[in-house]
């Protein structure tokens, strides 16, 4: 008996857009030679991106010691430092009395070259850390509820060029917004909540000072109307910096 193929994890997420549009799977996105895994190739990059950033899923979060690059900012900040390779979307940066600005930094001004620029952090603190969401190799990683985004987005793309209904494109629009709602609460909940107080663009706006002011909070997962003042696992303490 002949040994079934692995579907791949893209081919599964491509698969879920082509069965909302009631047209027949592809065996392999990446090597079938038809009209659907064509365009699921060609709008799937886009579609996993647009998903990933929409929230700060559990599933595609890091945290990382950023690397300062030798070359300084032309103007405005002290250092850069260079983002990791699958960098997608910053969520929160450790030192929160600096501010801070992701742009592109070219080794060579002047020049525009696509494959030397890279996305970098320019900060005045000497040293960063970050919790960012990750662009993943490995589509395994993905959460059952993302996969399900991924592949409904993904639907959305393709209803008009591969079934010609715009009523098909509406309504899919439609019911991955109504998804995307339920996903974010349903990821929300895998952790303590987080209760950033006093912003500092608020102090500048009432008290007229800039002056870092946040008081960072954990709460009772049994009790949400609790404060704790020690944070569960994974934290040492609660922070206040004024």
Known sequence: MAKTATVTAKTSICNIALTQLGELKVEDVDNDNNERARLCKLRFDDCLKIVLSSHPWTCVTKRVALVPLTDTPAFGFTYMFKLPDDFLRVLQVDNVQYPYKIEVYNPTPGVADASTSAPVLLSDASSVSIRYIHLPNNYNI????????????????????????????????????????MARSTDSMQGTPEV???????????????????????????????RLDVPSSGYSANYTST
Not at 148 to 175: C, H, I, W, Y
Request: proline residues 4%; charged residues 20%.
């Open 142 to 181: 993905l959460s059952v509820e993302v996969a399900n985004l991924v592949g409904l987005r993904l639907a959305t793309e393709l209803a008009e060029p591969l079934t010609s209904k715009t009523d098909l494109k509406k309504s899919l629009d439609q019911r991955f917004m109504i998804e995307l709602g």
């Open 196 to 226: 950033v107080e006093h912003f500092t663009w608020l102090n500048a706006r009432t008290n007229g000072s800039a002056t870092s002011n946040q008081t960072f909070y954990t709460f009772d997962p049994d009790n949400p109307s609790v």
